[in-house]
């Protein structure tokens, strides 16, 4: 069964800090997704990692991707106030096949961005 | 942009009774699935759905659900007889095929509220 774990839970920063939420899952994937979640609204897509080595980057967001290790990080640079949201990563196991896309989501990391 | 969209926003609904949640997908898309997160959890999937019929479902996803696409372009969930549990936010996300033949990024849509008391 796969599993995915986030780290931490819960983070409170101040605006102009950096850090840095971690997505570790028990199983080979295919493919890792970070989701961003305003309260009481739905999952809007911010990344897609396919491969090992992988990274993206979006304004003050950037995540990666390690497949041996089982890890991707979802990096935040100089936080502002906008970002506060809970940030789930999600995961595909490796199927190989269109019906296998299942999306396995961790338990999501509430970030709180204080001016 | 194109987006999934949602009916309605916000069901309630008396135990035991059925209920029918409504997905309009994005138009080119062939992959369909609903998940659903109850209140301050993680989102957790239920069934996929692809070229007219289920492709994978979850231990969650029992009798009492049922999926169908009735006309060809809404996409629904159905619960026969709603339990106390079943109170969450149902969302449904559709997909198009990506590169190499894996299904694309999943869109999700706003949500249906549902409480079931």
């Known amino acids: 069964e796969l599993k995915v774990e986030q780290n931490p839970l819960f983070l409170s920063m101040q605006e102009g800090k950096n850090y840095t939420i971690y997505c570790n899952y028990s199983?080979?994937?295919?493919?890792l997704y970070w989701y961003r979640q305003d309260p009481g609204k739905s999952l809007e897509s911010l990344f897609v990692?396919?491969?090992?080595?992988a990274v993206k980057q979006e304004g003050r967001l950037m995540a990666s991707l390690d497949t041996k290790a089982r890890l991707s990080t979802l990096h935040i640079t100089a936080a502002v106030h906008d970002l506060s949201a809970t940030y789930f990563c999600?995961?595909?196991?490796?199927?190989?096949?269109?019906?296998?896309?299942?999306?396995?989501f961790g338990e999501g990391t509430q970030l709180t961005v204080n001016p | 942009e194109p987006e999934v969209t949602q009916t309605p926003s916000h069901q309630v609904t008396q135990m035991g009774q059925e209920v029918i949640l409504r997905c309009v997908p994005i138009?080119?898309?062939?992959?369909f699935y609903w998940y659903r997160q109850i209140l301050g959890q993680k989102v957790e999937f239920l069934v996929s759905?692809?070229?007219?019929?289920?492709?994978?479902k979850s231990e969650i996803f029992d009798d009492q659900f049922s999926v169908e696409r009735p006309d060809g372009s809404n996409f629904t969930l159905k619960i026969r007889s709603t339990k106390l549990e079943d109170s969450a936010m149902y969302f449904c996300?559709?997909?198009?095929?990506?590169?190499?033949?894996?299904?694309?990024?999943?869109?999700f849509g706003p949500g249906t509220r549902l409480t079931v008391l």
């Open positions: 999600a995961v595909v196991l490796s199927l190989g096949e269109t019906s296998g896309s299942r999306l396995t």
């Open positions: 199983t080979t994937s295919d493919r």
């Open positions: 990692l396919l491969s090992n080595g």
């Open positions: 138009s080119n898309h062939l992959y």
């Open positions: 759905f692809y070229n007219n019929e289920i492709s994978e």
């Open positions: 996300a559709t997909a198009g095929l990506g590169r190499l033949y894996f299904t694309d990024t999943q869109y």
